[in-house]
């Protein structure tokens, strides 16, 4: 079995160990693949596996060899699935395997937001500490966790793992889901009720057309003047030049994101020049222990695959 990596550079620091996809066959990595480079080098492929490389119609039509394409990550929108099915293609994809990782992150922002650390130790660097009158620094309102209101929009895997820490942090819940929530370990609480009684809202759900840009003017308006929304989902699910406004004009208190409506921001976005913002590169979900975790399940899809009984299957 010939399997391609064709985006290696995505999942690794040099941190990674590889040797169970290197167990699968003859294996050959590449740190990134345009479309014309994934033709070139895939021709001889039975698997391809790619996190974000194009896997496009025109790819599927030169690659006739090709059997299997393993997405090692869980969204899938860098493959044309259409194409993929019309090739004979079956497509995979690895899910959960950052359900710690995210929701810590999340936590990293919300602590920054509640602390201004951020803030501080860029006041320290700048030499404000060292020329205080005083032994301390005294500059930004900063508040506890402890008895605030967390709603969190999608109640998934990710959205009940930040729910446990929430709770830790003595917090209160809100959760709302478009599905039904079927433990009740919360009530599934309107939307609006859940963006008018929070502190701290925080996107956990995928990306679909029915909740484009879901946080917008009049959701933002919605919220309290003190509220702060953390988005480690999607870039889409923010009508952007909103909380831009929103935060220019203090409407609302402070926000975190790791993700933005286009990655990597090579126009630049309006979100980076926003005050009490912070803007981490879409990397909630790379811890190491997560990225050893994506070729692990990659490397048991393709073993299942080979051995006739795919898993995980998206098309």
């Not at 879901?214 to 909103?242: C, F, H, Q």
């Not at 979900?285 to 006739?308: C, H, K, P, V, Y």
Request: net charge negative; with cysteine.
């Amino acid at each position: 079995m010939t399997v391609i990596f064709l985006d290696e550079s995505t999942v690794t620091l040099g941190d990674i160990d590889f040797s169970p996809l290197k167990e699968l066959g003859t294996y050959e990595g590449f740190r990134n693949s345009d479309e014309q480079q994934i033709i070139e080098r895939a021709r001889a492929a039975e698997v391809v596996i790619a996190n974000k490389a194009p896997m496009t119609a025109r790819v599927f039509g030169n690659l006739r060899k090709l059997k299997l394409v393993s997405v090692i990550a869980t969204g899938y929108n860098n493959v044309d699935v259409y194409a993929a099915e019309s090739s004979g293609v079956c497509v995979c994809n690895v899910q959960g395997y950052a359900v710690r990782s995210v929701p810590q992150h999340a936590f990293g922002l919300i602590l920054n937001l509640a602390t201004k650390a951020y803030l501080y130790d860029s006041d320290i660097r700048g030499g404000k500490w060292a020329a205080a009158d005083s032994f301390n620094l005294l500059t930004y309102p900063t508040f506890e966790l402890a008895g605030k209101t967390i709603g969190i929009i999608g109640y998934g895997a990710i959205g009940r793992e930040v729910a446990g820490i929430a709770e830790a942090f003595g917090m209160s819940v809100l959760v709302h889901d478009v599905a039904e929530i079927k433990d009740g370990a919360y009530p599934n609480t309107g939307l609006d009720k859940l963006l008018e009684n929070s502190d701290i809202i925080s996107l956990h759900c995928p990306l679909t057309e029915d909740n484009r840009r879901l946080i917008d003017a009049e959701a933002i308006g919605r919220m309290k003047s003190s509220a702060v929304v953390i988005n480690t989902a999607r870039g889409g699910l923010i009508d952007e030049k909103a909380l831009f406004e929103a935060l220019e004009s203090g409407r609302i208190a402070g926000a975190g994101v790791d993700v933005l409506s286009e990655e990597p921001p090579k126009k630049g976005n309006i979100l980076l020049g926003a005050k009490n913002i912070i803007v981490t590169p879409h990397s909630a979900w790379s811890t190491r222990e997560a990225r050893q975790r994506l070729i692990d399940e990659t490397a048991q899809n393709i073993r299942a695959f080979i051995e006739g009984k795919p898993r995980n299957v998206v098309a």
